[in-house]
Protein backbone atom coordinates (compact mmCIF):
# COMPACT_ATOMS: atom_id res chain seq x y z
CA UNK A 1 0.00 0.00 0.00
CA UNK A 2 3.20 2.72 0.76
CA UNK A 3 4.19 1.61 -2.42
CA UNK A 4 1.21 2.18 -4.49
CA UNK A 5 0.65 5.24 -3.19
CA UNK A 6 4.08 6.46 -3.64
CA UNK A 7 3.92 5.54 -7.05
CA UNK A 8 0.60 7.27 -7.18
CA UNK A 9 2.14 10.54 -6.04
CA UNK A 10 5.19 10.66 -8.31
CA UNK A 11 6.94 13.09 -6.27
CA UNK A 12 10.90 13.72 -7.13
CA UNK A 13 11.97 13.49 -3.69
CA UNK A 14 10.83 11.38 -0.95
CA UNK A 15 11.52 12.11 2.91
CA UNK A 16 10.62 8.90 5.28
CA UNK A 17 11.11 8.49 9.06
CA UNK A 18 10.15 4.67 10.94
CA UNK A 19 12.37 3.00 8.24
CA UNK A 20 12.95 -0.79 8.82
CA UNK A 21 16.85 -1.97 7.51
CA UNK A 22 18.52 -5.56 8.44
CA UNK A 23 21.78 -4.72 9.98
CA UNK A 24 24.54 -6.86 11.46
CA UNK A 25 23.73 -6.48 14.94
CA UNK A 26 27.29 -6.34 15.96
CA UNK A 27 27.89 -3.56 13.77
CA UNK A 28 25.26 -1.35 15.37
CA UNK A 29 26.89 2.12 15.82
CA UNK A 30 27.71 3.18 19.38
CA UNK A 31 25.92 6.36 19.99
CA UNK A 32 26.14 9.05 19.10
CA UNK A 33 27.68 7.91 16.18
CA UNK A 34 25.34 7.45 12.79
CA UNK A 35 25.26 4.70 10.31
CA UNK A 36 24.19 5.48 6.84
CA UNK A 37 23.74 3.19 4.51
CA UNK A 38 23.08 3.41 0.35
CA UNK A 39 22.58 1.49 -2.77
CA UNK A 40 25.53 -0.04 -2.60
CA UNK A 41 25.88 -1.68 0.94
CA UNK A 42 25.22 -5.17 -0.69
CA UNK A 43 25.62 -6.45 3.23
CA UNK A 44 22.26 -5.10 4.20
CA UNK A 45 19.84 -8.67 4.37
CA UNK A 46 16.66 -6.18 3.54
CA UNK A 47 16.34 -2.88 3.04
CA UNK A 48 12.96 -1.02 3.27
CA UNK A 49 14.27 2.43 1.69
CA UNK A 50 15.79 0.16 -1.12
CA UNK A 51 12.36 -2.22 -1.92
CA UNK A 52 11.06 1.02 -2.35
CA UNK A 53 13.37 2.35 -4.26
CA UNK A 54 13.68 -0.09 -6.60
CA UNK A 55 9.48 -0.70 -6.32
CA UNK A 56 8.92 3.46 -7.19
CA UNK A 57 11.78 4.04 -10.07
CA UNK A 58 14.28 5.63 -7.41
CA UNK A 59 17.72 5.66 -8.71
CA UNK A 60 19.47 6.66 -5.58
CA UNK A 61 18.70 6.66 -2.05
CA UNK A 62 20.09 7.12 1.61
CA UNK A 63 19.38 5.67 4.84
CA UNK A 64 20.63 6.92 8.10
CA UNK A 65 20.12 4.74 12.00
CA UNK A 66 22.08 4.79 15.56
CA UNK A 67 18.94 2.19 17.19
CA UNK A 68 18.75 -1.31 16.19
CA UNK A 69 17.15 -4.45 17.90
CA UNK A 70 17.92 -8.00 17.55
CA UNK A 71 19.53 -7.05 13.89
CA UNK A 72 16.44 -4.35 12.88
CA UNK A 73 17.94 -1.06 12.82
CA UNK A 74 14.69 1.81 12.86
CA UNK A 75 15.50 5.48 11.26
CA UNK A 76 15.41 8.05 8.84
CA UNK A 77 15.80 7.44 4.67
CA UNK A 78 15.76 10.00 1.72
CA UNK A 79 14.82 8.92 -2.23
CA UNK A 80 15.78 11.00 -5.13
CA UNK A 81 14.94 10.42 -9.35
CA UNK A 82 18.70 12.15 -8.92
CA UNK A 83 21.90 11.68 -8.15
CA UNK A 84 23.05 12.24 -4.23
CA UNK A 85 25.87 14.41 -4.62
CA UNK A 86 26.61 14.29 -0.61
CA UNK A 87 25.47 12.89 2.85
CA UNK A 88 25.86 13.75 5.90
CA UNK A 89 24.21 12.69 9.46
CA UNK A 90 23.87 13.92 12.82
CA UNK A 91 22.55 12.42 16.33
CA UNK A 92 20.01 15.08 18.04
CA UNK A 93 20.25 15.46 21.81
CA UNK A 94 18.19 14.66 24.11
CA UNK A 95 18.01 14.77 27.99
CA UNK A 96 18.86 11.86 30.68
CA UNK A 97 16.50 9.38 30.47
CA UNK A 98 14.66 9.74 27.39
CA UNK A 99 16.99 8.99 24.62
CA UNK A 100 14.76 8.22 21.50
CA UNK A 101 18.14 8.07 19.16
CA UNK A 102 16.92 10.72 16.67
CA UNK A 103 18.98 11.38 13.83
CA UNK A 104 18.81 14.01 10.93
CA UNK A 105 20.15 13.00 7.42
CA UNK A 106 20.81 15.27 5.22
CA UNK A 107 22.00 14.90 1.29
CA UNK A 108 22.71 17.45 -1.50
CA UNK A 109 20.33 15.87 -4.52
CA UNK A 110 22.20 17.17 -8.24
CA UNK A 111 18.71 18.11 -9.95
CA UNK A 112 18.58 19.83 -13.41
CA UNK A 113 18.18 23.09 -11.43
CA UNK A 114 21.41 22.77 -9.33
CA UNK A 115 22.32 21.08 -6.01
CA UNK A 116 18.95 21.22 -3.71
CA UNK A 117 19.72 20.49 0.17
CA UNK A 118 17.26 18.41 1.26
CA UNK A 119 16.83 17.24 5.48
CA UNK A 120 15.00 14.73 7.48
CA UNK A 121 13.92 14.25 10.78
CA UNK A 122 12.00 12.53 13.22
CA UNK A 123 12.04 14.06 16.83
CA UNK A 124 10.97 12.87 20.37
CA UNK A 125 7.62 11.58 20.36
CA UNK A 126 5.91 12.49 23.67
CA UNK A 127 3.73 15.70 23.53
CA UNK A 128 5.14 16.94 27.07
CA UNK A 129 8.60 16.78 25.22
CA UNK A 130 8.32 20.21 23.68
CA UNK A 131 11.87 21.21 25.99
CA UNK A 132 13.99 18.04 24.10
CA UNK A 133 12.47 18.89 20.65
CA UNK A 134 13.57 22.94 21.19
CA UNK A 135 16.96 21.23 21.40
CA UNK A 136 16.71 18.85 18.17
CA UNK A 137 15.43 21.71 16.30
CA UNK A 138 18.43 23.79 17.01
CA UNK A 139 20.91 21.27 16.82
CA UNK A 140 19.25 20.57 13.88
CA UNK A 141 19.70 24.39 12.52
CA UNK A 142 23.26 24.71 13.12
CA UNK A 143 23.91 21.48 11.42
CA UNK A 144 21.97 22.84 8.40
CA UNK A 145 23.85 26.20 8.48
CA UNK A 146 27.21 24.51 8.45
CA UNK A 147 26.35 21.33 6.11
CA UNK A 148 24.07 22.39 3.36
CA UNK A 149 24.93 24.27 0.20
CA UNK A 150 22.14 26.99 -0.54
CA UNK A 151 23.57 28.59 -3.45
CA UNK A 152 21.62 26.70 -5.98
CA UNK A 153 18.11 26.08 -3.90
CA UNK A 154 16.81 26.16 -0.64
CA UNK A 155 16.74 23.91 1.88
CA UNK A 156 13.95 21.86 2.49
CA UNK A 157 13.48 20.36 5.53
CA UNK A 158 11.29 17.47 6.19
CA UNK A 159 10.03 15.22 8.90
CA UNK A 160 7.92 13.60 11.86
CA UNK A 161 8.18 16.73 14.21
CA UNK A 162 5.63 15.67 16.54
CA UNK A 163 4.89 18.98 17.52
CA UNK A 164 2.14 21.62 16.07
CA UNK A 165 2.98 24.30 14.39
CA UNK A 166 1.88 26.70 17.38
CA UNK A 167 4.48 24.97 19.41
CA UNK A 168 7.66 26.66 20.92
CA UNK A 169 10.02 24.00 18.96
CA UNK A 170 8.05 24.90 15.26
CA UNK A 171 8.07 28.28 16.06
CA UNK A 172 11.80 28.38 16.22
CA UNK A 173 12.05 27.43 12.51
CA UNK A 174 10.02 29.77 10.96
CA UNK A 175 10.82 33.10 12.70
CA UNK A 176 7.41 33.57 15.76
CA UNK A 177 10.25 32.58 18.18
CA UNK A 178 14.21 33.51 18.78
CA UNK A 179 15.33 31.71 15.81
CA UNK A 180 18.84 29.18 16.47
CA UNK A 181 20.35 30.22 13.22
CA UNK A 182 20.03 34.25 12.27
CA UNK A 183 19.94 33.27 8.39
CA UNK A 184 17.99 30.06 7.73
CA UNK A 185 14.32 30.56 8.28
CA UNK A 186 11.68 28.31 6.96
CA UNK A 187 8.45 28.62 4.78
CA UNK A 188 5.72 25.77 6.34
CA UNK A 189 4.16 24.80 2.74
CA UNK A 190 1.09 23.35 4.12
CA UNK A 191 0.47 27.37 5.69
CA UNK A 192 1.82 28.80 2.34
CA UNK A 193 -0.51 25.95 -0.17
CA UNK A 194 -2.63 23.99 1.70
CA UNK A 195 -5.87 24.14 2.54
CA UNK A 196 -7.62 22.92 5.69
CA UNK A 197 -6.79 21.90 8.93
CA UNK A 198 -3.93 19.22 7.26
CA UNK A 199 -4.20 17.30 10.45
CA UNK A 200 -1.60 14.13 9.73
CA UNK A 201 -1.39 12.56 12.69
CA UNK A 202 -5.86 12.03 13.81
CA UNK A 203 -8.42 8.76 14.38
CA UNK A 204 -9.72 9.57 11.11
CA UNK A 205 -6.89 7.35 10.46
CA UNK A 206 -7.43 3.61 11.03
CA UNK A 207 -3.83 2.58 12.74
CA UNK A 208 -4.06 5.96 14.68
CA UNK A 209 -7.37 5.50 16.51
CA UNK A 210 -6.53 2.24 17.71
CA UNK A 211 -3.74 4.21 19.58
CA UNK A 212 -4.08 7.44 19.70
CA UNK A 213 -5.06 9.33 22.92
CA UNK A 214 -4.44 13.38 21.89
CA UNK A 215 -6.13 15.37 19.30
CA UNK A 216 -6.30 15.57 15.70
CA UNK A 217 -2.91 17.50 15.22
CA UNK A 218 -0.71 18.88 11.94
CA UNK A 219 2.74 16.63 13.36
CA UNK A 220 4.55 16.07 9.82
CA UNK A 221 5.98 19.05 7.45
CA UNK A 222 7.76 20.16 4.65
CA UNK A 223 9.77 23.53 5.46
CA UNK A 224 11.34 25.22 2.60
CA UNK A 225 14.04 28.07 3.49
CA UNK A 226 13.49 31.25 1.76
CA UNK A 227 13.18 31.35 -1.90
CA UNK A 228 15.43 33.69 -4.33
CA UNK A 229 13.49 36.42 -4.41
CA UNK A 230 14.26 37.21 -8.35
CA UNK A 231 14.30 33.62 -9.89
CA UNK A 232 11.63 32.77 -7.36
CA UNK A 233 13.39 29.29 -7.57
CA UNK A 234 12.10 27.17 -4.58
CA UNK A 235 9.11 28.81 -4.08
CA UNK A 236 6.36 26.85 -2.60
CA UNK A 237 3.34 26.47 -5.30
CA UNK A 238 0.99 23.65 -3.61
CA UNK A 239 0.65 21.39 -0.65
CA UNK A 240 -1.50 18.43 -0.14
CA UNK A 241 -1.70 15.88 1.82
CA UNK A 242 -1.48 12.02 0.84
CA UNK A 243 -2.32 8.72 2.10
CA UNK A 244 -5.47 9.27 3.23
CA UNK A 245 -7.34 6.18 1.26
CA UNK A 246 -8.15 3.17 3.17
CA UNK A 247 -7.87 -0.51 1.34
CA UNK A 248 -9.47 -2.72 3.37
CA UNK A 249 -10.43 -0.64 5.70
CA UNK A 250 -6.65 0.01 6.79
CA UNK A 251 -4.69 3.29 5.78
CA UNK A 252 -0.73 2.58 4.01
CA UNK A 253 0.84 4.51 7.47
CA UNK A 254 -0.49 5.86 10.48
CA UNK A 255 0.37 9.20 9.77
CA UNK A 256 -0.89 10.89 6.77
CA UNK A 257 1.97 12.59 4.15
CA UNK A 258 2.80 16.01 3.00
CA UNK A 259 3.62 16.70 -0.80
CA UNK A 260 4.62 20.12 -1.69
CA UNK A 261 5.34 21.56 -5.11
CA UNK A 262 8.56 23.70 -5.33
CA UNK A 263 8.81 26.52 -8.66
CA UNK A 264 12.28 26.06 -10.32
Known sequence: MITAELQRVDADVVCLQEVWTDVDEVASPVAPRV??????????????????AEACGYG???????????????????????????????????VAGFEEHRTVLLVHVDTPEGLLPVATTHLNFRWDQGDIRCLQVDSTCRFLAE?????????????????ESSSDEMRRLTGRAPVPVRDLGFLDAWEVGGRGDGHTWTRQNT???????????????????YPDLTSRRGLITSAERFGMTATDGMHPTDHFGVVADLAT
Do not use: C, K
Open 35 to 52: EILGPGDTEVAMSETARL
Open 60 to 94: DHRFSWRYAHEGVAFGNAILTRWPIASVVALPLPT
Open 147 to 163: HADRRDLPVVLTGDMNA
Open 207 to 225: HAAQISTEADRRIDYVYVG
